[in-house]
């Protein structure tokens, strides 16, 4: 069975562009989590999405966004970028929905913030 | 405020010994906790999920406990190995079917031949 992919693997942007990060979960699961991961603060939960909803956020500012289409496949926006976006973004999937499920991670997708 | 904790210090063992790496949280009533493992450059991996209402969970030469009483869970790694050597997070789940799970900072684990 095929692992959590996310492309791309690596991303160079300027402040002030967009960018949009997609995510293929595990064949039959229907959650998709997105973190982001940085040394500063660690790995830090973005948000959730099951059946194409969106169940959880976390304390990230309106810029950062994400939709889940219905073959489960996810993507994540941010626009205007700063360089404090600068990091490691990784998303998780489950089978069903719930954060106690064993997350599996893709190998995340590093951006970087010029 | 909710803190987890986890010891920011690398720790170094010997290969053959006991690895014991700490997770202290505060103002948080989990219902689960997780360990994960992350080698550099690749995303976490599940290790193991013990809840609230066991005290103690084993996978192979892995241990964990679960103390709500003390707010700590220990995560033992015996007979370690170099292949061992990466760091481990600890993740907590709120009460709630739509709580969030929260990861520690990670402690780095360096297992010396």
């Known amino acids: 069975k095929a692992g959590v992919t996310q492309t791309p693997r690596y991303l160079i942007k300027t402040r002030g562009q967009q960018v949009t990060l997609s995510c293929s979960p595990i064949?039959?699961?229907?959650?998709v989590s997105w973190y982001q991961q940085t040394p500063g603060q660690g790995l830090q939960f973005l948000f959730e999405?099951?059946?194409?909803?969106?169940?959880n956020k976390g304390n990230f500012p309106g810029r950062f966004s994400g939709r889940q289409f219905s073959n489960s496949r996810s993507e994540m926006n941010v626009s205007t970028l700063e360089l404090g976006d600068s990091a490691l973004y990784l998303c998780?999937?489950?089978?069903?929905?719930?954060?106690?499920?064993?997350?599996?991670f893709g190998p995340g997708t590093r951006l970087t913030v010029l | 405020s909710q803190k987890i904790e986890q010891n920011s210090e690398a720790l170094n063992i010997q290969e053959g010994k006991t690895a014991t790496l700490t997770c202290n949280y505060t103002?948080?009533?989990?219902?689960?906790l997780q360990w994960y493992r992350q080698d550099p450059g690749r995303g976490p991996v599940f290790l193991l999920l013990?809840?609230?209402?066991?005290k103690e969970k084993r996978k192979e030469r892995l241990k964990v406990t679960f103390d709500t009483t003390l707010k700590q869970s220990l995560f033992h790694i015996t007979a370690s190995q170099p292949a061992d050597s990466a760091t481990y997070l600890c993740?907590?789940?709120?009460?709630?079917?739509?709580?969030?799970?929260?990861f520690g900072q990670g402690t780095t684990l360096q297992v010396k031949p």
């Open positions: 998780a999937s489950t089978l069903t929905a719930g954060a106690y499920n064993e997350q599996f």
């Open positions: 064949s039959g699961h229907r959650s």
């Open positions: 999405y099951f059946s194409e909803t969106q169940r």
């Open positions: 103002n948080y009533s989990p219902a689960y």
């Open positions: 013990i809840r609230e209402n066991e």
């Open positions: 993740a907590l789940f709120g009460s709630g079917n739509t709580g969030k799970l929260i």
